[in-house]
């Protein structure tokens, strides 16, 4: 006979279990094998759900805000186009007042051009008067005389006539005021009597200082101091005249002595040229 070992109790027993127990470890380690990568894509599963609906919350969250401010937009646009169509109806309105101002003024600027060759053509005519006038006014003053010739009023005056072929610069309103000056001054002179005294030549052919009257420009005596020489004048055509008068030194003298008060007033027989 053949002797056997002894078997252990243990030993004996694991034999015939090893195989059902390798069998029950290996689907344990297939099983955790395929769970845990379930578990993990679950678990990322989770958390990109939850990513997922945080993004969805704030996307929700920035439309709603950028609906409000589309809306607040809105409605500034709303009121600018509305303030801006409020100026365009108010620049038309501009425009049109100021076409017609533009019209007016265009018809004012045609009645202006009008009424400007008007008074060019009444211009061209008082131009031509008063170079007449102003030519008249050197005659009569070379025919003035000499004490009215040399008052202030009158020498100053004349020194603003313009002078014959001499390109004149006054305007005609200048020139105008001119001619009237002197002809106010001639007029006051002329209404009223003047003593003075000049140098006239006497009917013996000497010269010799006496006293004049002038009656106006019309007509003016002399008398010499002695009385004796007379005479009297008148304008002429280069200056003032003295004509020999002693044949009426009497009543001449009798004049100069009523002017100065020396004699009363009386009616006196004087020489005069009437031309």
Avoid: C
Avoid at 136 to 144: D, H, I, N
């Amino acid at each position: 006979m053949k002797h056997q070992a002894p078997i252990d109790p243990e030993t004996a027993r694991t034999p015939v279990r090893s195989t059902a127990t390798r069998r029950s470890l290996w689907v344990a380690l297939g099983a955790s094998t395929l769970l845990l990568p379930a578990l993990a894509w679950q678990e990322q599963g989770i958390e990109l759900a939850r990513e997922t609906l945080a993004k969805w919350v704030e996307t929700r969250r920035l439309i709603s805000e950028e609906k409000a401010a589309w809306k607040l937009d809105r409605e500034l646009i709303a009121d600018r186009v509305e303030l801006l169509a409020g100026e365009v109806e108010g620049l038309r309105e501009d425009e049109a007042e100021k076409q017609a101002e533009i019209e007016r003024t265009g018809k004012k600027f045609t009645e202006v051009q009008v009424q400007r060759d008007a008074l060019q053509a009444a211009l061209a005519g008082v131009d031509a008067e008063i170079a007449t006038l102003e030519e008249r006014l050197r005659r009569v003053l070379a025919r003035l005389p000499a004490p009215l010739l040399e008052t202030e009023a009158i020498a100053a005056t004349a020194q603003r006539l313009p002078k014959p072929g001499v390109e004149v610069k006054q305007s005609i309103g200048e020139r105008y005021l001119t001619v009237v000056g002197i002809l106010n001054e001639i007029d006051k002179w002329n209404a009223a009597l003047h003593v003075d005294s000049e140098v006239v030549g006497l009917s013996n052919g000497t010269t010799a200082e006496v006293s004049t009257l002038y009656m106006g420009i019309a007509q003016g005596y002399y008398i010499s101091r002695d009385g004796q020489f007379a005479g009297r004048g008148t304008a002429g055509e280069d200056g003032w005249v003295w004509t020999s008068a002693d044949q009426d030194a009497a009543e001449i003298k009798l004049a100069f002595e009523i002017q100065s008060n020396t004699q009363p007033a009386a009616f006196v027989r004087l020489p005069i040229a009437i031309q």
